[in-house]
């Protein structure tokens, strides 16, 4: 029964990973808006699937997944390798008076599958 739940979980996997290719260079998406795209509510097993993301990130973009607040959020890798990967595709970062990275103009930069 375990290796049906590994297959169920890899085929997840492997779709958000599609899905998250059709996020263009200079957008970042949520977790919240691929697993809309993938029409459930599986929030936290996108952040799953993201986070054990076994492809190089010019493959599988990553770092283009923030949080749905706008915070940058973690990343599997070093964090700092998702900054920059953000600022060379033209996504501009800054801190908020908490010390929390966010993505300047969120709404704009937002990703949404239709």
């Not at 739940?5 to 957008?27: Q, S």
């Not at 029409?39 to 990130?57: E, F, I, L, W």
């Amino acid at each position: 029964m375990k290796s049906d739940n590994k297959n169920k979980d890899e085929t997840f996997a492997t779709k958000c990973y599609e899905l998250l290719k059709k996020v263009p260079r200079g957008k970042v998406t949520t977790y919240r808006e691929l697993a809309h795209g993938l029409n459930c509510r599986a929030y936290r097993a996108v952040g799953s699937a993201m986070n054990k993301n076994p492809h190089d990130t010019d493959d599988v973009p990553c770092h283009r997944v923030v949080n749905a607040n706008g915070d940058v959020g973690g990343f599997a890798w070093e964090p700092e390798l998702k900054i920059s990967r953000l600022k060379s595709e033209g996504v501009e970062v800054y801190k908020n008076s908490k010390g929390i990275l966010k993505i300047k103009d969120f709404k704009d930069r937002l990703f949404v599958f239709e």
